[in-house]
């Protein structure tokens, strides 16, 4: 990953986690499997904060396809708050079942 790709993971993680007193450090072992637990977040309830609080768009620039298809399960995607993000995230779902 490039300097600028990490710059904009970073400063999207800095902005994510500045309520819980998190890292940006722990934030990215939670987000790059390196560690399953940082602050009160485990791995599945950081993805999902990320989920509820970032366009998809914004998503992708902190977790590539691949490890989003394997988060991205039924559980996940059943305990968004939204209707409309369930949905969204159903989609997505499928979608990457597709095509990765």
């Keep these: 990953m490039g300097s600028t790709?990490?710059?904009q993971m970073d400063k999207l993680l800095e902005q994510i986690s500045w309520d819980y007193n998190l890292s940006v450090d722990d934030?990215?072992?939670l987000v790059e499997g390196k560690s399953d637990r940082a602050g009160h977040y485990t791995r599945q309830a950081f993805?999902?904060?990320l989920l509820e609080s970032y366009p998809w768009f914004s998503v992708l620039k902190i977790?590539?396809?691949t490890e989003i298809k394997k988060l991205l399960t039924s559980e996940v995607i059943n305990s968004l708050r939204s209707p409309s993000l369930k949905q969204?995230?159903?989609f997505i779902?499928?979608?990457l079942n597709e095509v990765i």
């Design 47 to 49: 993805f999902k904060k």
């Design 63 to 65: 977790l590539p396809a």
């Design 93 to 95: 779902s499928r979608r």
């Design 5 to 7: 790709n990490t710059k």
């Design 88 to 90: 969204k995230y159903e």
């Design 27 to 29: 934030a990215r072992a």
